[in-house]
């Protein structure tokens, strides 16, 4: 079946640091991909989404690059700040009404 | 516009007490859907709607029931409360869009505790 294996946290890095979170997927067909971020005391936004193989998406200084020959769609960020602190979440979506969600990673960013 | 509405924020249970969560959203939208979301784990979908009228489950329904009289509104029932269902509970909606990826927008979240 369709599901997504995200990286583990928490993560803590300091600020203006590099962020690489992991993202890998298995799915039949060609789903779509999506980074999710929330924020504390609040619901899911959608940060970043990729439709097809070779894709970037990207927000906020936010990347992650739609692999299909490594099943991938890792999140970067060159320099996060202390704003960036929050829960990211991997996601896939493969033709049905559902998204697959990964575990998600705790990002905390110290000045 | 609100976006999607879910209440309450925070709410403590007895065991086998049932409680209605509700959400409402102000964008039109045909797609609803509820979420779990466990300490430590992704989302996982309970039920969703494509429109009135029209439910499915999702990945975990046991013990719960929805309905879907209206666009607007996607209630989530818990009959009989238990320890299991104590999670964080967000409602999500999606337009309709011939390109199925157009993204789902997330509720604030409803804290339920069962004790």
């Known amino acids: 079946g369709d599901s997504v294996t995200q990286m583990e946290g928490p993560v803590t890095l300091s600020e203006e640091a590099f962020l690489t979170i992991n993202c890998t997927y298995t799915?039949?067909?060609?789903?779509?991909l999506f980074w999710y971020v929330q924020y504390p005391g609040e619901g899911l936004q959608l940060l970043l989404k990729?439709?097809?193989?070779?894709d970037k998406g990207s927000n906020k200084g936010f990347e992650a690059t739609y692999r299909k020959e490594t099943t991938s769609f890792h999140l970067e960020k060159g320099s996060v700040q202390v704003s960036d602190s929050a829960v990211y979440f991997c996601?896939?979506?493969?033709?049905?009404?559902?998204?697959?969600f990964g575990t998600g990673t705790r990002l905390t960013v110290i000045p | 516009n609100a976006g999607v509405t879910q209440t309450p924020k925070f709410r403590i249970l007895k065991i086998g007490q049932s409680m209605t969560l509700q959400c409402t959203q102000d964008?039109?939208?045909?797609?609803m859907y509820w979420y779990r979301q466990d300490p430590g784990m992704g989302l996982k979908l309970i039920y969703y709607?494509?429109?009135?009228?029209?439910?499915d489950k999702g990945e975990v329904p046991n013990g719960y029931n929805v309905s879907r009289s209206t666009t607007e509104d996607f209630p989530l029932r818990l009959e009989l409360a238990a320890p299991s269902q104590t999670s964080v509970y967000f409602c999500?909606?999606?337009?309709?869009?011939?390109?199925?990826?157009?993204?789902?927008?997330f509720g604030d979240g409803t804290r339920l505790s069962i004790l």
């Open positions: 990729a439709t097809k193989a070779d």
């Open positions: 999500a909606s999606r337009p309709p869009s011939q390109e199925a990826n157009q993204p789902q927008h």
């Open positions: 964008m039109n939208h045909n797609y």
């Open positions: 799915a039949t067909g060609y789903p779509s």
């Open positions: 709607s494509v429109g009135a009228g029209i439910t």
């Open positions: 996601a896939l979506k493969a033709g049905a009404n559902n998204l697959f």
